[in-house]
């Protein structure tokens, strides 16, 4: 069983920032990417960023570039996101994924394990 959880999330005012965290546990595979996910109220879950095993690779959604950035810590199973230039519509529930195949990928259902999601609110 494999488990992951976000944390780090809270209410910040515009301009500010903010870091995720996301810890892995259980028996995941020897190598996985590492995705973020966000869903506001009303709308779909999208795509945020996700990166590679070795970090060497990371990609993005064009709303965020630039103002995100991903990264991980495979000593501890820990993935982070680094918010800064945080806006109002950043405002979102922030879900961190595995993806057991180690595919880098914007697509939600190449994912196989999700944490509960933490709450990001940026007011104006």
């Known amino acids: 069983q494999v488990h992951v959880a976000e944390s780090g999330g809270g209410l910040v005012q515009a301009g500010g920032s903010l870091r995720l965290s996301c810890i892995a546990s259980?028996?995941?595979?020897?190598?996985?990417?590492m995705g973020w996910f966000r869903q506001a109220p009303g709308k779909e879950r999208e795509f945020v960023a996700a990166?590679?095993?070795?970090?060497?690779?990371?990609i993005y959604a064009d709303s965020v570039k630039g103002r995100f950035t991903i990264s991980r810590d495979n000593g501890t199973n820990t993935v982070y996101l680094q918010m800064n230039n945080l806006k109002p519509e950043d405002t979102a529930v922030y879900y961190c994924?595995?993806?057991?195949?180690?595919?880098?990928?914007?697509?939600?259902?190449?994912?196989?394990?999700w944490g509960q999601g933490t709450q990001v609110t940026v007011s104006s």
């Open positions: 994924a595995l993806e057991a195949s180690s595919i880098v990928t914007r697509r939600s259902n190449m994912y196989d394990y």
């Open positions: 259980g028996r995941t595979s020897s190598t996985y990417a």
């Open positions: 990166i590679s095993w070795s970090g060497g690779s990371s």
